[in-house]
Structures are given as C-alpha cells and as structure tokens.
C-alpha cells in the first residue's frame, strides 16, 4: 500500500519532490533479469492505487508529468494487444510516439518470441524528462517517414500531439489499422478530422487494463480503419 502522501496533491516543493521520486520508482523501466512486462503494474495494483487517491484523475496526471509517460498500461495489456494483432494477421507493428519506451520495453521482447517484427520510434520533441533513462529499442525518428520505410500492417500511437492528423500514415501501401490510445475525439489527442474521416471504432476489448495521463473515463484504445469515409 502507498504512503498516503502520494496519494495527494503536492502542498510544498518538499513534497512534490518526495512525490516525483516516488513516481519514477513506481513508473520505471526494466532493471536487470526482470521478464517481459515485469516492470509494468498489475491492473489490480493499479485499481488499489485508484482508489485509495481522492482524486485519481489530477494523480494520473501529476504521475505523468513526473515520468514523462503518457500512456499507463497495466502488466496484462502488451500479451493481449499481441494476441489481438495475431487474430487479426498482423507480422509487422510500428510504435509511434514511443517517448522513454516504457510500453516498448514490454512489447520488444514479447514480439521477439512470437515472430512480430517490431519498431519503435519517436522524435523526442514532447514533454519529455530528459533527466530519466530511456529504452535502448527507442530509435529517434519520425513515424511519416519510418512508416514507408518499415511498411508495418499496424501503427501503435499512444497520445499522438494535439491537432495533428495521422491521416497521412495511410498513404503507406501496408498499413491497414492505426491503433490510438488516449482521448477520444481529436483536440487532446490527434486532430479532430480523423474523426470524421477515418471511421474510428472504439475498442473496448483493447481499453482493457490500460489509462491515460487525464484518467480512465475520458480514455480509451480506438482502432482506425484503411479507408476513410467516402474513400
């Protein structure tokens, strides 16, 4: 169980340091001989977390500027994203906006065992703790060009920036769904016409045991199609 003192907005600079340092022990990358994922919290340590905090969405959000992560996935969503990309035939995945690679990390070697072929890359312009360590499978790049270099099936994107449209992505001849993960509606995450456009079909199976920086009730996994509306 957590000190109640993280659980709670900071009141002084003393506290919020105490709380960051918490935070960065609590939301880390893998240390040496862990498994796949092992560095990931357990959906049932992070409902316990949630709700013991007064406020679980100001918490999320403190917790995230703490680390520089985004997207909270539980221990059991990397083997079940997997098994979804298994079912529906995907051999080649792109992570996009991979930040630190705290997903990454769990994601690199569970697709080396089951023969996904995986990248990860971001551009490492966002609200980044550029103190922290990130994950070695992080490679610098931009994902409208990596993605007609790598040619995935698939494009993983956790918060993508506000206003920005990931339509473009579709012109690559291989993708076939576009995987994101935050707020639903463009604004907070992406841009508004991909909405519209690309013909969004929430996952509910995929928003399973993961959150983001704003919260769980306003998050959730949407899967875009490869042809948009009128297309």
Known sequence: MADPEFLQPS????????FEAWAQELIRLPRAGEGPGDHLLPEAAWQRLLQQTPDPEGWLAALSRATGIYFFPSREWPAQFLRW???????RLLEAGAGRGYLTAALAPLAAV???VFRAVDLEQGEFVSSLSSHPAVARGDVFTE????????VLYAWPPPGQSLAPLFSC???RYLIVT??????????REDWQNLSPKNSPHL???CRGRTGQTRHQVTIFGKYAKGG
């Open 11 to 18: 009141r002084n600079f003393r506290q919020q340091r105490r």
């Open 85 to 91: 990309l298994r079912k529906v035939k995907v051999p």
């Open 114 to 116: 089951t023969g996904l």
């Open 147 to 154: 993605v007609h270099r790598f040619l995935p099936e698939a």
């Open 173 to 175: 001849p291989s993708l």
């Open 182 to 191: 935050g707020e639903p509606g463009g604004g907070v995450t992406g841009a």
């Open 207 to 209: 928003s399973r045991f």
